[in-house]
């Protein structure tokens, strides 16, 4: 059985965003399906860290955004929302042009806690960051 909502796809989460940091920063969502959600931002010189190199912050917002996202289109019909009570990252790698693409999956989804994976890749498909996040779900 299918617990995903479709009334939050793609355009919702587009028109969600304007004005916030995830649009600010150019993060697109490119994908919304069940137990899954991608999404993707081109990498600028607004995303790096005063030493030249992709911020941490730029990658955490981007795994984080599409982890939150998915939650939402994954609540149970009762959920008023939901709130992170965890997350937690690891860096393999960095990106300084092109894209980094992140796709995110679900691993647990029950009706008081979801726990969503996101992995972040460069262009060439190299890990970047691994991504774990715990969603407390609110009644």
């Given amino acids: 059985m299918s617990d995903l909502r479709p009334e939050f796809g793609i355009d919702f989460f587009m028109k969600l965003q304007p004005g916030t940091l995830p649009d600010l920063l ?3 969502i490119v994908e919304v399906g069940e137990g899954l959600l991608k999404g993707r931002m081109k990498v600028e010189r607004k995303h790096y860290a005063p030493n030249g190199f992709l911020h941490a912050a730029s990658v955490v917002m981007v795994a984080d955004t599409c982890a939150g996202y998915a939650t ?6 009762a959920a008023k929302g939901f709130t992170t009570i965890e997350l937690k990252t690891n860096f393999f790698g ?6 980094i693409h992140c796709t ?18 460069n262009d060439a498909g190299k890990l970047i960051a ?10």
Avoid: I, N
Wanted: one cysteine or more; aromatic letters at 6%; glycine letters at 6%.
């Fill in 130 to 139: 691994s991504f774990r996040c715990t969603q407390m779900v609110l009644a």
């Fill in 26 to 28: 150019g993060l697109e």
């Fill in 72 to 77: 939402v289109a994954h609540l149970p019909k």
């Fill in 94 to 99: 960095t990106a300084l042009e092109g894209y």
């Fill in 104 to 121: 995110t999956t679900s691993k647990h989804r029950g009706r008081t806690t979801q726990v969503w994976d996101s992995e972040v890749t």
